[in-house]
C-alpha cells in the first residue's frame, strides 16, 4: 500500500536544531534530493519529534498552513516500508547528532500528518504496524492529526488496539459551532456534524486501550505573534473572526459539541501562533484575520502586512 507525500522543506521545524557548519544543511539537502518523507522538529520540552506529512484534504481551510504543501508541491510516492526506512533513517541522524546530544535533546514522538491521514488510512495503519516492530521507534508516542471527518462518514479506524505503540488521535476541530465551522473550513456546514460523530466513535471504541483520542482546537489563534522586519522584532495579537470581522468566540459551543465531545474529554486549545510563514495561501488567510498593534486593529491584514513596519 502506497501513500503520497509532501516533502518541501518547513524550517521553522527546525529552529532548535539550528547551527554554523554542514551537518544540517546536508540532512536538509538530502531530504530533498533523495525524497525523504521524514523531518525533524520540536515536540516540546526537549522532546523533538520525526514528522511526515501526507498530501490531500477533505476540508478548505482559509488559514492552513499547509496549503502550499497541498496543491504546489511534487507527490513523494511510497510504500509503508519506504516510509520506515525514512523514518528510521532520520531517528538515528537525529540521536547520533553530538550537538542535539549535548542539548538534551532527544526523539520521543512520531507525528503523522500533513493535510489530511485519513484519506490515505490503509497506509497508515500499515506505517503504525510496521512502528510497532521497529526495534528503534516503538518506543516513541505516534500522533495522528486528523479532522475526524470520513470517520464520522464510516470509514473503518479499528485496530489499532492490537498495536502496542502508544498512539494519540488528535480530531482537530475547525471551530467550536456550525457556523465557525462553515466559515473557516469552507465546507457544508453538517460535516462540523461529521466531525463530532468521528470523534465520539473513535473514542468510545478505543477508551482505555494504547490509543488516547482528543479533541483539539485545530485552529492557531495565541497572542503575542512576534513578526521580524529589517531586523527588528514586532510583537501583536493575531484575532481569528467571522464573515463581519468580528473576533471568534472558541467557547461559543453547540449544544451537540458541547454534549458529545466535552462530555467525554476536554478540549484542548493550543496555543499555538497564527501560522502566515511559508505554507499559507495568503489571499484567503487574510479573510480570517485581525491583527492588533500599538492599540489599533487592522481588519483582514497579515501580520508582515501592518503598516508602519520597518
Known amino acids: 500500500m502506497r501513500g503520497i507525500y509532501s516533502n518541501l522543506y518547513y524550517p521553522t521545524r527546525w529552529v532548535p536544531l539550528r547551527r554554523r557548519g554542514l551537518g544540517w544543511q546536508e540532512c536538509n539537502r538530502l531530504y530533498e534530493e533523495h525524497r525523504c518523507v521524514a523531518s525533524c522538529g520540536l515536540a516540546y520540552d526537549k522532546v523533538l519529534e520525526l514528522v511526515v506529512d501526507l498530501k490531500g484534504c477533505n476540508l478548505h481551510c482559509k488559514y492552513c498552513w499547509c496549503w502550499k504543501m497541498r496543491f504546489m508541491s511534487e507527490d513523494v510516492i511510497k510504500d509503508s516500508k519506504e516510509v520506515l526506512r525514512d523514518l528510521e533513517c532520520r531517528f538515528r541522524v537525529v540521536e547520533e547528532d553530538r550537538l542535539v546530544s549535548k542539548r538534551g535533546y532527544s526523539v520521543g514522538v512520531i507525528r503523522i500528518t500533513g493535510n489530511e491521514p485519513s484519506l490515505q488510512w490503509d497506509h497508515v495503519k500499515e506505517v503504525l504496524r510496521l512502528i510497532d516492530r521497529s526495534e528503534r521507534l516503538k518506543d516513541c508516542k ?162 508582515s502586512e501592518v503598516p508602519d513596519l520597518a
Open 142 to 303: 505516534v500522533i495522528v492529526e486528523t479532522n475526524g471527518v470520513l470517520f464520522g462518514k464510516g470509514l473503518d479506524f479499528r485496530g489499532l488496539e492490537e498495536l502496542e505503540v502508544e498512539i494519540d488521535i488528535d480530531v482537530s476541530f475547525k471551530g467550536v459551532n456550525y457556523d465557525q465551522f462553515e466559515w473557516l473550513a469552507s465546507v457544508k456546514r453538517e460535516n462540523f456534524r461529521y466531525q463530532i460523530e468521528g470523534f465520539v466513535k473513535l473514542f468510545d471504541h478505543y477508551e482505555g486501550s494504547n490509543v488516547n483520542v482528543n479533541p483539539v482546537l485545530g485552529i492557531n489563534h495565541a497572542k503575542n505573534y512576534c513578526v521580524w522586519k529589517g531586523g527588528k522584532r514586532y510583537v501583536m495579537d493575531v484575532e481569528i473572526v467571522d464573515r463581519e470581522g468580528r473576533k471568534m468566540d472558541f467557547y461559543d459551543y453547540s449544544e451537540d459539541f458541547e454534549r458529545e465531545v466535552l462530555s467525554r474529554k476536554e478540549l484542548r486549545y493550543d496555543e499555538a501562533p497564527f501560522r502566515e510563514y511559508f505554507g499559507i495561501n495568503r489571499e484567503s488567510a487574510r479573510l480570517v484575520v485581525a491583527v492588533v498593534y500599538k492599540g489599533k486593529r487592522f481588519l483582514r491584514v497579515l501580520p
